[in-house]
């Protein structure tokens, strides 16, 4: 792998897999094509923006002929799609995005790998396309489609057009499918960073509903690493699904945050359900520890204190991200 264009690699795991290509995999150059969204953010990349391995392109995943020249101009061997309009509540605010980035980006982007003889094309799905599970039972690869929300249903649209190009025009692609990330650069609209900003402001802390919906959680980097196996040993038109084994309630994730930051469990606020909330999630990830050998390299313990830590240490990056738009948003959803 040479050249590989990442779309997406200024928000949240974009920018943890540009910053680990960058730092373990010198042998590749990356060209990073971003919109720069609210959730799209330079300091994400501090560090690496001078990188001589890496071209970053503020740009939309819809310009088809924008994608085509970065395509011939680098060489490009693979698409890495991260780029998304991601938040399940923005999604039941405002769909129409939603279908724009999500499902017409994402065909805009499958033309010119196709036109320009791309070699690999990796969309980064989720698990919430397959819906909500009772209290038993995991997701597998198998798993019928069945999403609830519009941002789920913008990515289920996605998977299915990549899987038509595929058939259709037998473009090499994988679809991975994992569950909730956690860790260093979230933005904080998304539970465990609101929770932490919330906590160390002494805010109350909005659990929605009973707080008894579960996520199964995987640290960033292991969701990273994961996408690079995929990547580089995929087997052509194969779905690869990606967790933890890490089964949390909301309500147990909320009180380690607190225990960790030493604040009382007086702050935890029941709010009004999320309209249409899926209760349960669980990923079997079998499929690509065996075939491709992949595994987490933290427990879930380990990794929401590293992510803990650092959004101590990253303070300044907390205050800025939750400044402007950010208490728009904020003022509106709570
Ligand atoms: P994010 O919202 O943090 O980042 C999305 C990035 O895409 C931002 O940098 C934004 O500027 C960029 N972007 C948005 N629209 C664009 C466009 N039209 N053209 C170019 N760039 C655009 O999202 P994230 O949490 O890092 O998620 C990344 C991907 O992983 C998404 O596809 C998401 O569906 C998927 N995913 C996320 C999770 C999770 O827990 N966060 C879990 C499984 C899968
Ligand atoms: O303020 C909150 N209070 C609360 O109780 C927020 C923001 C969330 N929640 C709950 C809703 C969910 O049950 O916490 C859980 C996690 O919520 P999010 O962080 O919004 O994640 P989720 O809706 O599960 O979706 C995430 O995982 C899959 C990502 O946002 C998606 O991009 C990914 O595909």
């Not at 590749?28 to 969204?37: E, F, G, P, R, Y």
């Not at 499958?110 to 997701?139: C, I």
């Not at 299915?160 to 499918?177: C, K, P, Q, S």
């Not at 380690?256 to 009004?272: C, N, P, Q, Y």
Request: hydrophobic letters at 35%; proline letters at 3%; aromatic letters at 10%.
């Amino acid at each position: 792998m040479n050249s590989v264009l990442v779309t997406g690699g200024a928000g949240f795991i974009g920018s943890n897999f540009v910053r680990m290509v960058l730092a373990e995999h010198r042998e590749c150059k990356v060209i990073n094509l971003d919109k720069l969204t609210y959730a799209g953010n330079l300091e994400n990349l501090a560090g690496f923006m001078e990188d001589s391995n890496h071209e970053f392109v503020r740009g939309d995943i819809c310009d088809g002929l924008l994608v085509e020249r970065l395509l011939e101009e680098y060489s490009v061997d693979a698409i890495i799609n991260f780029a998304a309009e991601s938040h399940v509540d923005r999604s039941i605010m405002e769909p129409g995005v939603f279908i724009e980035t999500n499902v017409k980006g994402t065909v805009a982007l499958l033309k010119a790998a196709l036109d320009k003889g791309v070699g690999k094309f990796v969309q980064v799905s989720t698990d919430e396309v397959y819906g909500s599970l009772g209290p038993e039972g995991l997701f597998t690869e198998t798993t019928p489609l069945s999403p609830n929300s519009p941002y789920s249903a913008s990515k289920a649209s996605a998977d299915h057009m990549v899987a038509a190009f595929g058939h259709t025009w037998e473009l090499d692609y994988n679809i991975t499918r994992c569950s909730n990330n956690y860790g260093e650069y979230q933005f904080p609209e998304k539970m465990i960073p609101l929770m932490i900003n919330n906590a160390l402001n002494d805010k109350p802390l909005p659990v929605y509903g009973d707080g008894m919906n579960v996520r199964d959680w995987l640290y960033v980097y292991d969701h990273c690493t994961a996408i690079w196996q995929v990547l580089t040993k995929g087997r052509s038109g194969d779905i690869y699904n990606i967790g933890g084994n890490n089964e949390k309630t909301n309500l147990e994730v909320v009180k380690r945050i607190l225990d960790r930051l030493g604040k009382s469990e007086d702050l935890i606020t029941f709010v009004k359900d999320r309209p249409g909330h899926d209760r349960r999630y669980a990923i079997d990830s079998s499929k690509i520890m065996s075939e491709l050998g992949w595994k987490p390299s933290v427990t879930f313990e380990e990794g929401i204190g590293k992510a803990i830590d650092w959004y101590l240490e990253n303070r300044k990056w907390l205050e800025h991200v939750v400044s402007g738009e950010y208490e728009k948003y904020y003022d509106q959803m709570y």
